[in-house]
């Protein structure tokens, strides 16, 4: 008996429909989310992340309602994020209907909107998004949407946004983002070994090979991942099962 | 039947209402006193911070209706923050006070595992349970929580482990609560809110 490793499906949505690039560009219509969502509930996805990669100002109504859209169709929990900068913005995600909320750039330019998220929705409602890049002989964090560098290290980024109240990490690689060459499993488990929150691992899912990997290696207490579940290549029931099979805690269904 | 939902301006209402309009049952919200006492079965969801949460709980002086209410028999299911609501304190928040239906306190787990306990896990059974009827015994449920009951004597009737044994399933009369989230659970959570809602029925 012990916590399941989890799978999760990622929804990056322009606001309104989930798009598709890759590493962060060439983007496409890949669906509805709220069809998606209604998907993946039912085939085992044990938590969904939805996100705003265009995270506009304007566009801010159009993904309130698709976070509702998206939680009207969920028996498990619901991530969302992309462009919160405040409390309040935080608390229209949340009332929304997701359980928890991501932050990247605001927090890496005010890392102290940890710690009053944290202390006004608790720490487990505070995931903090890294999006890291190889640079040199570590990892360096980037922001918006991966297109800014920061300079600052994404691992001691990840121990520090803990401290300032982040109860979850989920790191990206942009080097294997929308690559399908698997996770980044030094990252991951550098990430994880630098904190005591759990870690999603995002970036470069394939193969069910490539899972067991990162659960392994990096250390992940999940794994995400966004186009081969939306394209079918991966089912998430054959993936949970190939993982039980290989001693991996996971949460069968079905 | 007349199921209410206690609101008090936090915690994860809508998604509890989804759960039970899945099984086809109907809930209202209730923020006041008077309309605490006039119902068949009482929910009290929670996620955030114990000591907010009775604060809330007190501006709005649904305190002592909630505990009248429980009293006199109504059927209360408390949810993740609603369980550790239910103990007389907690870690988190120590001075406020909690409703007090069980006399022990929540404490913070030991960070010998990854904190928040995040995710899902399966149940130890240690006692007959209501709530967990027909619930396949590897079923597992959905937590999110670094505080958590570690002992509630004989109405801790299932445990989970995680950096400690703690209690994930509270039953005593007419008393129930989950630390994980039912309305999160899939189809295992959504067999535990249809078996809260048909022993509250019973006792009409």
Redesign the interface.
């Known amino acids: 008996?012990?916590?399941?490793h989890?799978i999760i499906p990622c929804l990056d949505t322009d606001g309104e429909r989930v798009v598709k690039g890759v590493q962060f560009v060439n983007l496409r219509d890949a669906g509805d989310p709220a069809a998606l969502a209604a998907r993946y509930?039912i085939e085992g996805a044990?938590?969904l992340v939805v996100l705003d990669i265009a995270a506009s100002r304007d566009h801010r109504p159009t993904f309130l309602e698709t976070i509702r859209r998206v939680?009207?169709e969920?028996?498990?929990?619901l991530t969302a994020g992309g462009g919160v900068n405040n409390v309040d913005d935080g608390r229209a995600i949340l009332r929304a209907?997701a359980?928890?909320l991501t932050v990247n750039t605001a927090a890496i330019r005010h890392p102290e909107l940890l710690t009053a998220l944290a202390?006004?929705?608790?720490?487990?409602?505070v995931v903090l998004a890294i999006d890291a890049k190889r640079v040199g002989d570590h990892w360096e964090a980037f922001v918006r949407g991966g297109s800014v560098p920061t300079g600052i290290d994404a691992v001691a980024w990840a121990h520090r946004g803990v401290e300032y109240g982040a109860?979850?990490i989920l790191i990206t690689s942009m080097d294997r983002d929308g690559t399908r060459s698997g996770f980044d499993c030094a990252l991951t488990a550098a990430i994880s070994r630098s904190v005591?929150?759990?870690v999603i691992a995002s970036g470069g899912a394939d193969a069910p090979e490539t899972f067991l990997e990162v659960f392994r290696e990096g250390l992940a207490?999940?794994a995400l991942a966004a186009s081969i579940f939306h394209d079918r290549i991966q089912g998430l029931g054959e993936l949970k099962q190939y993982l039980g099979e290989h001693a991996i805690s996971v949460?069968q269904?079905g | 039947m007349n199921i209410a939902l206690v609101e008090y301006g936090a915690g994860n209402l809508p998604s509890v209402e989804r759960a039970l309009a899945r099984l086809g049952l109907e809930s209202r919200r209730a923020s006041t006193p008077e309309a605490l006492g006039s119902c068949d079965a009482l929910i009290l969801p929670g996620v955030g911070h114990f000591g907010a949460l009775m604060r809330s709980l007190g501006e709005r002086s649904l305190v002592k209706p909630l505990r009248d209410a429980v009293a006199s028999g109504v059927p209360l299911l408390g949810i993740c923050l609603g369980l550790q609501a239910m103990f007389a304190a907690s870690d988190e928040a120590v001075g406020d006070a909690g409703l007090g239906l069980f006399p022990q306190k929540v404490s913070a787990l030991p960070p010998t595992d990854r904190l928040p306990h995040m995710g899902w896990n399966q149940l130890r059974r240690v006692r007959p349970s209501r709530l967990l009827d027909g619930v396949p015994s590897d079923a597992y449920f959905y937590f999110a929580h670094s505080y958590a009951a570690l002992d509630a004597g004989e109405a801790g009737v299932a445990l989970c482990d995680h950096s400690a044994s703690f209690v994930a399933v509270l039953e005593r009369e007419n008393v129930f609560a989950t630390q994980f989230h039912p309305e999160k659970s899939g189809p295992a959570g959504a067999q535990v809110l249809s078996n809260f809602v048909r022993r509250a029925g019973e006792k009409q």
């Open positions: 008996m012990s916590l399941a989890r509930n044990d938590e939680a009207a969920l028996a498990i929990p209907g359980d928890k202390a006004e929705f608790g720490s487990q409602a109860g979850e005591n929150v759990p207490d999940a949460r269904t």
